[in-house]
């Protein structure tokens, strides 16, 4: 938890709801309830009543604004240190290729253009080599597709999900998902990756048998296969990426769409809180303005 999370909360406590706390914030509605239910999967608590119209604080939620009210007033008694002004240091993160051409680097722009005194180094990797590194303590935090299993030793922080996409060359045979993914030469996902071995398994749980013809761990060379006719995929709709080849056809993988979920991971001890949850804030405020468009 942060600060920046911590004022969050005591705007909603003040101002009576989401959306006019956003508003004195700057945040829109989506987004400031993201990083609410952000912070309710950190604590595994529910803070807000969302069956009512405002959403209430719940018992446990009105404790944590009272107590964020008390802190908050303290540190403006001792001068008003922000998070703003605090942001330094070196944070090492670790992003799957997926999200490097898409969400991680505008993030980090942004981060970077807020917080200049920080120092960033990135690398990429698979999820479960990431994660590995991040347990090791190689990495900071690591942007990943959410673990098959709870992963001992680490937090996981959800960002965003990723509906996946059926994508086929523009005079593919089929109409729908399943025509074109049985009809038609298949290009996988690479399988020995979470997001691969999740395309694997919702084809076999609506029993679509594929003609699979290449496996590739690339996105960008996979859209490049399709493009030249090579063959049809199921890929994650990324947020940020840049837009498909104009003779790429697009049809949701099922109904409603099947889907991934991209996040964080960090480990429980001796993690740089403020820096994780500063970048946690950029990639879900982020994810939130490009969903609205």
């Not at 239910?37 to 209430?56: A, I, Q, S």
């Not at 908050?72 to 993160?93: A, K, M, W, Y």
């Not at 919702?202 to 679509?208: A, E, Y």
């Not at 490049?224 to 056809?249: F, K, Q, Y």
């Amino acid at each position: 938890m942060n600060l920046r999370q911590l004022r969050t909360l005591v705007a909603i406590g003040e101002h009576g709801s989401f959306a006019a706390a956003g508003k004195v914030i700057g945040l829109s509605p989506s987004a400031l309830s993201l990083q609410v239910k952000g912070l309710e999967e950190e604590l595994g608590e529910v803070l807000f009543d969302r069956t009512l119209r405002p959403p209430v604080p719940t018992r446990v939620g009105r404790r944590l604004i009272g107590r964020a009210q008390a802190i908050l007033q303290q540190i403006d008694e001792l001068g008003g240190t922000s998070d703003e002004e605090r942001i330094t240091g070196h944070l090492t993160v670790g992003a799957v290729p997926t999200t490097l051409s898409g969400i991680v680097p505008k993030a980090l722009g942004e981060l970077r253009e807020r917080h200049p005194d920080l120092a960033i180094t990135v690398v990429n990797g698979s999820s479960s080599m990431l994660a590995d590194q991040t347990y090791k303590r190689e990495l900071d935090v690591a942007v990943i597709t959410q673990p098959p299993q709870r992963l001992a030793g680490l937090v996981w922080r959800e960002v965003a999900e990723e509906p996946f996409l059926v994508i086929a060359p523009a005079d593919a045979e089929g109409a729908t998902d399943r025509e074109l993914l049985t009809r038609n030469p298949f290009i996988w996902f690479n399988r020995q990756t979470w997001a691969g071995q999740q395309i694997e398994r919702h084809l076999n749980q609506k029993n679509m048998a594929v003609d699979a013809r290449m496996e590739i761990d690339s996105l960008d060379a996979i859209r490049s296969m399709v493009s030249a006719g090579l063959g049809v995929s199921i890929i994650p709709d990324c947020i940020g990426a840049e837009p498909l080849p104009a003779n790429v056809r697009v049809v949701p993988f099922g109904q409603p769409p099947s889907s991934r979920t991209i996040g964080l991971v960090h480990r429980q001890q001796n993690a740089d809180e403020l820096l994780v949850g500063t970048f946690h804030d950029a990639l879900r405020g982020l994810a939130a303005r490009l969903a609205e468009g």
